[in-house]
């Protein structure tokens, strides 16, 4: 539990400490800094939309991890330049990066739909886990069943040989009985 104004930390299914209210996931029980989300079950790492979570919720969060995707995003817009030793072409500035962003669009998405792959998979492994241990669980109680089943019909098939034993003797014995009251 935190300590602050009666907000409840608690321990993720994974292991983790997190926040249930709004997802954020801690560092550890002893360094209470936010490093990213639960999203789907899925830790995503710290972005600048969870910083403004941290501060709302009054939480400290791993500056680091912030710095780290500011430094990607420089990256991307680095890559947008014109080198040095390239020859600059006819097009606006504008139609040069165009493109790029399109591709850097497509290379989002695609990362998207991986992560939702992803998750999707993880989901049926879980879900496919889960029918599995159901069916064996089915399965055994249904052996037992069956070896239940199969104690009670010889049980039964023991049952029906003492019966027709008693039979025959009852037979021979009314056979006897009736051959003494019946005249040649």
């Known amino acids: 539990m935190s300590k602050k104004s009666g907000i409840a ?38 972005t600048k939309d969870m910083v403004e979570e941290c501060e709302k919720w009054g939480f400290k969060y791993d500056e680091e991890l912030v710095k780290e995707e500011v430094e990607e995003v420089e990256e991307v817009e680095e890559v947008e330049e014109v080198e040095e030793g390239e020859e600059e072409s006819s097009e606006p500035e504008e139609e040069k990066k165009k493109p790029i962003k399109e591709e850097e669009k497509k290379e989002s998405k695609k990362e998207v739909k991986s992560s939702d792959c992803e998750t999707i998979i993880n989901e049926c ?29 010889q049980k ?3 049952e029906l040989k003492t019966s027709q034993e008693e039979t025959k003797k009852m037979k021979a014995k009314f056979d006897a009985f009736k051959s003494m009251f019946s005249s040649d």
């Open 156 to 158: 039964l098939e023991k």
């Open 9 to 46: 930390l608690k321990k993720h299914k994974s292991g983790t400490i997190w926040h249930p209210e709004s997802h954020l996931v801690f560092k550890s029980a002893n360094d209470k800094k936010v490093i990213g989300k639960y999203v789907n079950d899925e830790l995503v790492s710290l």
């Open 125 to 153: 492994q879980k879900s496919l886990s889960n029918v599995f241990a159901q069916l064996l669980d089915h399965n055994t109680t249904l052996s037992k069943e069956l070896e239940s089943y199969e104690q009670k019909c």
